[in-house]
């Protein structure tokens, strides 16, 4: 600091020049941040502040622009107009090294692990300590990773490789590289995507920790019910515009929903609590996968959307995919009164079964191809051309058509590349992918995962509508126990391969699928006896 001015610090070439503030009451501070990709603006006028010390939560709908601002903050983007400033210095970040050398690291929601490398090389790539003799001196390595680890109160060991590791365990050494750096921010994007319940309160712990620590820490998360649990302010952005700060203490769930989406969004869907006619569409008997599920029984009625829950490893997932034809099983399963033989994805999509991937980067979006494609290539037989088996392309853009007006799809041009949308419109993609043949049962996992409040309610809305309107039966694979509640006719809950609970009526609930899903208590449905 110099009399009458801050330095403006450039970390990249190191040039110093003197700006009048005085404001030095934010740790971190961007002054009318604008950033625009071709003719999106991303970012509009931004004024971002954060205190020294504090959780504070960054939200906002998909395309809101929360990534391209973390990613600004991360020296990944630089910002077409505005300032950045921290600890009362302008700075300028012209790569992630700079922003990392000034203080702040990010914990992306996708891992950059490798995972053929111990956890002490994930912590300290590229920065290892060496020898005289230029080799790495692994005692150092492995000594400095372990009092990381230890101040995270973390019993993971330097030396395994990462690929051995839970999920859990490797947020935990994404957090550890970002310590090791010196932070004095870190960026976390979206930390509890890929957890469970258990594994999400651990994390909050952590959080906590850290607090007291005087991290501060920049929370981005589309779970709102996560932001009343760690953070002390939540600054919400709506179509690249800040809309406001709010004190967590001193909002509503109710208010931020308002400020993300610009209206109140009230009984986001509301559960019909009987399926008038009940037909068979789906019946399964005697499932068997492998060693993982045992026994496996159940019935799909014409209509209704029926949830499967469970911790992870339950088999819940284990069965999305066999009906999907990703897995083999053994057993019997009809369709419409009907025995079928489902041996792969092929012969589950003639059969009329759409299926939506729990992981849309990993399992279900190709990136490099356009948005019409990603919706239709589930569709190509139909769109054959009989002589020559050409894709008859007007054929394919009216199921396109059809399909983005129905599901509410906003994209920019429907040749675009799909990584042009927003997480919540590649989900809408996905999941019309999984209607396009003619669908009759629909197979969905986690359908909501990762995507803001809007995009899960227009979701709900075109599951209750597929459901009542076109009259088909929903399996839905859901991690959120609220969720299953609000939107199931009927829930399955799942524990080691084998049904501990066929909850509906009062007894679906969020205790009593806690209760099944822990196998504290076994309960086969509201109006049969207890298992």
């Known amino acids: ?10 970390y990249q070439i190191g040039v110093m020049q003197k700006m009048k503030s005085n404001n030095d009451e934010y740790l971190l501070e961007t002054e009318s941040i604008s950033k625009n990709f071709g003719a999106v603006e991303a970012l509009k006028k931004v004024d971002f502040k954060v205190e020294a010390g504090e959780v504070h939560a960054l939200i906002g709908e998909n395309g809101a622009g929360k990534s391209t601002l973390i990613k600004i903050l991360g020296g990944v983007h630089q910002p077409d107009k505005g300032k950045i400033k ?7 970040f012209k790569n992630p090294v700079s922003s990392q050398e000034a203080g702040i690291s990010i ?13 002490a090389e994930n912590i300290f790539v590229g920065r290892e300590d060496l020898k005289s003799n230029g080799l790495i001196d692994w005692k150092s390595l492995n000594g400095k990773s372990k009092d990381i680890l230890t101040r995270l109160d973390k019993n993971i060991e330097p030396e395994t490789p990462v690929k051995q590791l839970t999920v859990a365990e490797k947020q935990f050494v994404e957090i550890a590289r970002a310590l090791s750096f010196d932070a004095k921010i870190v960026i976390m994007d979206e930390p509890t995507a890929c957890l469970n319940e258990e594994e999400s309160e651990i994390l909050f712990e952590t959080i906590r920790e850290l607090e007291k620590d005087n991290y501060t820490i920049i929370y981005v ?4 019910e996560e932001i009343f649990k760690i953070a002390d302010k939540a600054t919400v952005l709506r179509d690249g515009e800040l809309i406001g700060t709010r004190e967590v203490a001193e909002t509503s769930e109710k208010e931020l929903v308002r400020m993300m989406v610009g209206s109140d969004i009230e009984n986001l869907v509301k559960k019909e609590s009987e399926v008038e006619e009940k037909e068979i569409i789906l019946d399964i008997k005697n499932m068997k996968i492998n060693s993982q599920v045992n026994n496996f029984d159940l019935t799909l009625y014409r209509g209704e959307i029926v949830g499967l829950a469970g911790i992870k490893g339950s088999g819940r997932n284990k069965v999305a995919k066999a009906l999907a034809g990703i897995l083999p099983f053994s057993g019997e399963v009809f369709l419409e009164g009907e025995k079928i033989d489902i041996n792969n994805p092929w012969s589950a999509l003639d059969y009329g079964i759409g299926h939506l991937p729990q992981e849309r980067n990993d399992e279900g979006i190709f990136p490099q191809m356009s948005v019409k494609n990603n919706l239709t290539i589930k569709a190509l037989k139909k769109l054959e051309r009989k ?5 008859d392309q007007n054929k394919e853009n009216v199921i396109f058509d ?10 920019h041009n429907k040749n675009d590349t799909i990584m042009s949308l927003s997480g919540g419109n590649q989900q809408k993609i996905l999941l019309s992918r999984a209607l396009a043949p003619q669908c009759k049962v629909l197979i969905l996992e986690e359908p909501t995962q990762g995507i803001d409040v809007g995009a899960k309610a227009e979701i709900h809305k075109l599951m209750k509508s597929l459901a009542d309107e076109d009259e088909i039966a929903i399996l839905m694979v859901s991690s959120e126990i609220p969720e299953l509640v609000r939107m199931t006719d009927r829930c399955i809950v799942m524990q080691r391969g084998e049904i501990t609970g066929i909850l509906e009526g009062e007894q679906l609930n969020n205790e009593n699928i806690v209760a099944c899903a822990t196998g504290t208590e076994r309960i086969k449905s509201a109006n049969s006896e207890v298992i």
């Open 221 to 224: 998360s589309h779970r709102l």
């Open 387 to 391: 002589l020559t088996k050409f894709i």
């Open 402 to 411: 059809k399909l983005a007006n129905t599901m509410n799809i906003k994209f």
């Open 86 to 92: 921290l600890e009362n210095e302008y700075v300028n």
């Open 1 to 10: 600091m110099r009399q009458g001015g801050i330095l403006y610090v450039d």
């Open 107 to 119: 914990i992306f929601q996708h891992f950059k692990l490798m995972p053929d490398l111990t956890v």
